[in-house]
C-alpha cells in the first residue's frame, strides 16, 4: 500500500514536500517513482529512484528543480519540488516499480496527492 501527502497551495516560485509511506512489500527492494496527472492530460512520468537510492531519473520538465529521495529506514519516498510553476499543478501520484530498478513495469500506485500552483 502506498499513501502520498504533502499536497496542498502553492505560489509560484515557492516549495513543497510530497512524501508516500510504503507498506507491505519490504519497501528497500523496489524501485520507486513520481507521476502526476493535471486536468485534462495523461499521467506523465515525473522522477524515479532505483531501490538502493543510488540512482536518480528525472523528466526534462522538473530536472533542476525537483528531488527524488528515499529514506529507507522508513518505508518513505520523497519528492522536493523547488521553484514551482502553474504548470506542475496536478495530482501526484508514487509508484512502486516491479524491481529494484525504475526500468520495468509499476506495480502499486498510490491515492495521489493535489498540488496546486497559483500564479
Known amino acids: 500500500q502506498l499513501q502520498a501527502s504533502g499536497g496542498g497551495l502553492v505560489q509560484a516560485g515557492g516549495s513543497l514536500r510530497l512524501s508516500c509511506a510504503a507498506s507491505g512489500r519490504t519497501f528497500s527492494n523496489y524501485g520507486m517513482g513520481w507521476f502526476r496527472q493535471a486536468p485534462g492530460k495523461e499521467r506523465e512520468f515525473v522522477a524515479a529512484?532505483?531501490?538502493?537510492?543510488?540512482?536518480?531519473y528525472y523528466a526534462n520538465s522538473v530536472k533542476g528543480r525537483f528531488t527524488i529521495a528515499r529514506d529507507n529506514a522508513k518505508n518513505t519516498l520523497y519528492l522536493q519540488m523547488n521553484t514551482v510553476s502553474p504548470e506542475d499543478t496536478a495530482l501526484y501520484y508514487c509508484?512502486?516499480?516491479?524491481?529494484?530498478?525504475?526500468?520495468?513495469?509499476?506495480?502499486?500506485w498510490g491515492q495521489g496527492t493535489l498540488v496546486t500552483v497559483s500564479s
Open positions: 529512484i532505483t531501490s538502493t537510492g543510488y540512482m536518480s
Open positions: 509508484a512502486q516499480y516491479h524491481s529494484g530498478s525504475y526500468a520495468g513495469s509499476v506495480d502499486y
